[in-house]
C-alpha cells in the first residue's frame, strides 16, 4: 500500500538550517508530483511547496521562497525540504503529500 | 491573491446530509482541481475528493465533491452523516502561479 514517512523534524535555533526528508512507498514515485504542507499548532492547514515528477518545476508559498528548497530523488523515492533562515513562525507539523497520499508528518519546532 | 473561503462550522444531525462550501476569491475555480481532506483531531489530514470529485478507494461513497462555476464555489456533500465523520475538512486547489491554497476549514459537528 502506499506510505510516506517524513523524518528529519526536531527542535532548533531560529536562523540555523533543517533538511526533512519523505520515503515514499508503494507507488510509482518518479511519475507524481509531490507536495509540503504544514499545521502550525492549533492552526489550518499551509500549503509549503511542490515539485514536479521528475524535479524540473518547483513552486513555492511566498511565506518560505528564498528559504526553503523541494527537491527529490528518484533513485531513492525519496523527497526533501531544505529550510534555511529558520523563523518562529515556521513551527509546525510538516507532512508530505501526493493526494491522495499524506504522510503522519514531522514537528518541526524553532526556539531558542 | 487567489483565497479560498469556508464556513467556520457546521453541524447536522447523524444519517442527516450535510454540505460544505469552498468559494474562490477570483478567477475560475473550475480552472484547477479541488481536494478535499479531512482532519480528525490529533490526525494527519486524510483525502476524502481529490480532482473535483474523485473519491479514493476506501472513502466512503457517502462523500461527493462538485464544481458549481456559478457561483465560483466548490462542495462537499456528505450524506447519511455519521458520528465519525465528525472533524475538520479543508478544500485545496491552486492560484494562477500554481501556487496551492487551502481554504480556512471548516469543522463539522454531528450532533
Known amino acids: 500500500q502506499v506510505q510516506l514517512v517524513e523524518s528529519g523534524g526536531g527542535v532548533v535555533q531560529p536562523g540555523r538550517s533543517l533538511r526533512l526528508s519523505c520515503a515514499a512507498s508503494g507507488f510509482t514515485f518518479s511519475s507524481y508530483g509531490m507536495h509540503w504542507v504544514r499545521q502550525a499548532p492549533g492552526k489550518g492547514l499551509e500549503w509549503v511547496a511542490v515539485i514536479s515528477y521528475d524535479g524540473s518545476n518547483k513552486y513555492y508559498a511566498d511565506s518560505v521562497k528564498g528559504r526553503f528548497t523541494i527537491s527529490r530523488d528518484n533513485s531513492k523515492n525519496t523527497l526533501y525540504l531544505q529550510m534555511n533562515s529558520l523563523r518562529a513562525e515556521d513551527t509546525a507539523v510538516y507532512y508530505c503529500?501526493?493526494?491522495?497520499?499524506w504522510g503522519q508528518g514531522t514537528m518541526v519546532t524553532v526556539s531558542s | 491573491n487567489f483565497m479560498l473561503t469556508q464556513p467556520h462550522s457546521v453541524s447536522e444531525s447523524p444519517g442527516k446530509t450535510v454540505t460544505i462550501s469552498c468559494t474562490g476569491s477570483s478567477g475560475s475555480i473550475a480552472s484547477n482541481y479541488v481536494q478535499w481532506y479531512q482532519q480528525r483531531p490529533g490526525s494527519a489530514p486524510t483525502t476524502v475528493i481529490y480532482e473535483d470529485n474523485q473519491r479514493p478507494s476506501g472513502v466512503p461513497d457517502r462523500f461527493s465533491g462538485s464544481i458549481d462555476s456559478s457561483s465560483n464555489s466548490a462542495s462537499l456533500t456528505i450524506s447519511g452523516l455519521k458520528t465519525e465523520d465528525e472533524a475538520d475538512y479543508y478544500c485545496?486547489?491552486?492560484?494562477?502561479?500554481?501556487?496551492?491554497?487551502f481554504g480556512g476549514g471548516t469543522k463539522l459537528t454531528v450532533l
Open positions: 485545496q486547489s491552486y492560484d494562477s502561479s500554481n501556487q496551492g491554497v
Open positions: 503529500a501526493s493526494p491522495p497520499a
